[in-house]
């Protein structure tokens, strides 16, 4: 027989997954509410972000890394073994104390913002771009003219 298994490589949303969900504010405990009446506390389980094949596109790898990826393609090399070689299923996600930490540590990040301006082409800048034939554009533009 088939199961499903759900992995995730973060162990506070794990932590909420799989705890009470009156301990969260209403936009945490909507989200879990929603995800465990669609699957059991028990299918999901922890994967290191470093062996998550998703965090290779979310965090931006272009694309030529992407196709020569083995992680990409094939997944963590421990998920082909047995289960008893997959990373542990139980960490220790429920303590309270974990949970004020990581909201602490979240609210200490400084976010820095880059703007540049890029001025736009001109209308006849960007068709000059697209059309390869310079002496082309010109005759003609000279016969209609």
């Not at 936009?27 to 299918?43: D, T």
């Not at 309270?96 to 800048?125: N, Q, W």
Request: net charge neutral; charged share 25%.
């Amino acid at each position: 027989s088939w199961r499903t298994i759900f992995w995730a490589d973060s162990l506070l949303a794990l932590g909420w997954i799989r705890g009470d969900t009156n301990r969260w504010k209403p936009f945490v405990r909507n989200q879990v509410e929603a995800i465990k009446k669609l699957s059991g506390p028990n299918w999901w389980r922890h994967c290191p972000g470093i062996q998550n094949p998703a965090d290779l596109a979310s965090r931006g790898a272009p694309a030529l890394t992407l196709v020569h990826s083995e992680l990409w393609w094939n997944g963590p090399s421990w998920l082909k073994e047995d289960e008893t070689k997959w990373p542990d299923s139980t960490p220790e996600v429920e303590e309270p104390s974990v949970h004020e930490k990581i909201e602490a540590e979240a609210k200490s990040k400084t976010v820095t913002m880059s703007v540049a301006s890029v001025e736009p082409a001109t209308s006849v800048e960007w068709h000059l771009d697209r059309i390869p034939y310079w002496n082309r554009l010109l005759r003609r533009t000279a016969w209609i003219l």
